[in-house]
């Protein structure tokens, strides 16, 4: 059974940093990406990298402030926020793909999802 399970979210002011976690199990996956969703807002992408790191895709907001990494051996991807703002907050999360083509960016091409994390940034 795949599970993708996050954590590390939190309350944080502004200017703060925050690392989330996404524990995978259960499966291999080719791409794995974060999403957010704020309140009264549709869900965003916000980061995708492929499992052996060769590429990565940021949306243009957080780009020089978050930072995707991944540690196979743990089957572990890590988001380091830096430098946070009140509009990040949002409930973060996980997305795997089986797949390696296709639009990265579309959460419909996601095949799991996590249940999500809450960050929230104060000003």
């Known amino acids: 059974q795949v599970q993708l399970v996050e954590s590390g979210g939190g309350l944080v002011q502004a200017g703060g940093s925050l690392r989330l976690s996404c524990a995978a199990s259960?499966?291999?996956?080719?791409?794995y990406a974060w999403f957010r969703q704020a309140p009264e807002k549709e869900r965003e992408f916000v980061v995708a990298?492929?499992?052996?790191?060769?590429?990565?895709s940021y949306t243009d907001s957080v780009k020089g402030r978050f930072t995707i990494s991944r540690d196979n051996a743990k089957n572990t991807v890590y988001l380091q926020m830096s430098t946070l703002k009140p509009e990040d907050t949002a409930v973060y999360y996980c997305?795997?793909?089986?797949?390696?083509?296709?639009?990265?960016?579309?959460?419909?091409?996601?095949?799991?999802w996590g249940l999500g994390t809450q960050v929230t940034v104060s000003s």
């Open positions: 990298f492929s499992r052996n790191g060769g590429t990565t």
């Open positions: 997305a795997a793909r089986i797949l390696y083509g296709g639009n990265w960016r579309s959460g419909e091409e996601y095949h799991y």
């Open positions: 259960g499966g291999t996956f080719s791409v």
